[in-house]
């Protein structure tokens, strides 16, 4: 059964402040409507009641939520056959993440990767094209990740609790794309991550902005609280401050924190009203623009280019970096 959640699952506090609640939950049967509380000292938001590590597994493992292919809804336009490869590569936000974590690596050649929580390896495939010399692994709970997975990065893919595998090494570089707002037990799992970093090494994070445009204007409907049409599985949300702390909850440095993501919620209102009457939104999900190519097409430039560019978007990305733990000898033998 889901617990009632009397202390702050980053910081331990229990000055914890109810700031939102959601009715019709989409989470697991037995939390059918939650609250979320805001912790008073770091910041972070929790779902109260919180889901067990089993009940929460279940949307990974029975449910396989996260592993399912994605279907463009190709309409057999030729345009869409261009523009599905494009967005792709430049609106979603993978060889973003690859090039910022290229950036923030204190080495450049053959660095050592772990992805945690890889799905289907696309991350690592994204690894593979724009850093061939990078030694890729993927872990996830999810046993379709390794059986649906991209072709060259299977064999690279572990299905399993990376706190229970033995890899024999620690790594440059760790990735957890959209992972830690998933943890019910965030501080034993990111301490376990901590410590299969080498120094000098970066974490690299993205989790949902509950402090962004898009979640403030949306609230309880924002679809990275809850989604009605598709399970998200989000127990936690941070913003820009509660992700600084608990980076230094672990013991790590910040060394880049910016946004990207959906563009439409940082134009003036007036605009967002004159483009929603213009061009109407999308049936399925309410995004901007009714018509598929032409929606396309704006979010490649907007959700993709230009929110990159202007630090704009529901997402935040973060490069965190752990100290070296030994000093340097000056002198020596
Ligand atoms: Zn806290």
Redesign the pocket.
């Known amino acids: 059964m889901p617990v009632p959640l009397i202390a702050?699952p980053?910081?331990?506090?229990s000055a914890l402040r109810q700031t939102m609640v959601v009715t019709d939950a989409n989470y697991i049967r037995e939390i059918p409507a939650f609250v979320i509380r805001r912790?008073a000292?770091?910041?972070?938001s929790a779902m109260d009641p919180m889901p067990t590590a089993v009940e929460a597994g279940q949307i990974y493992v029975s449910e396989n939520v996260f592993s399912q292919p994605r279907v463009f809804p190709n309409v057999g336009l030729r345009l869409s056959r261009i523009l599905e490869p494009l967005w792709a590569k430049f609106g979603k936000d993978l060889r973003f993440v690859v090039k910022l974590c290229a950036r923030f690596s204190a080495r450049r050649n053959t660095l050592s990767v772990l992805d945690i929580g890889c799905s289907t390896g696309g991350l690592l495939a994204t690894f593979e094209e724009l850093e061939p010399s990078f030694r890729l692994t993927g872990v996830d709970i999810d046993p379709n990740s390794k059986l649906q997975g991209f072709p060259s990065i299977a064999d690279s893919i572990q299905i399993g609790d990376v706190r229970t595998m033995q890899f024999g090494k620690r790594f440059d570089i760790i990735t957890m794309r959209t992972v830690i707002e998933h943890l019910t037990e965030i501080m034993p799992y990111l301490d376990h991550v901590v410590g299969l970093m080498k120094d000098d090494g970066i974490l690299f994070l993205a989790t949902p902005d509950i402090a962004s445009a898009r979640a403030r204007q949306l609230g309880a409907t924002w679809k990275l609280i809850n989604d009605t049409a598709q399970k998200t599985g989000h127990v936690l949300w941070f913003d820009r401050a509660s992700l600084r702390?608990l980076a230094a909850h672990l013991g790590l440095e910040v060394a880049y924190l910016g946004n990207r993501g959906e563009a439409f919620e940082h134009f003036p209102r007036w605009l967002r009203r004159a483009m929603a009457a213009a061009f109407g939104r999308d049936p399925h999900q309410g995004r901007i623009i009714r018509w598929y190519v032409p929606r396309l097409v704006y979010s490649l430039v907007f959700d993709g280019l230009l929110s990159e560019r202007l630090g704009w978007g529901d997402v935040m990305y973060a490069i965190l970096r752990k100290p070296r733990t030994t000093v340097r000898a000056l002198s020596g033998p």
């Open positions: 702050c980053v910081c331990g506090k912790c000292d770091c910041g972070t702390k």
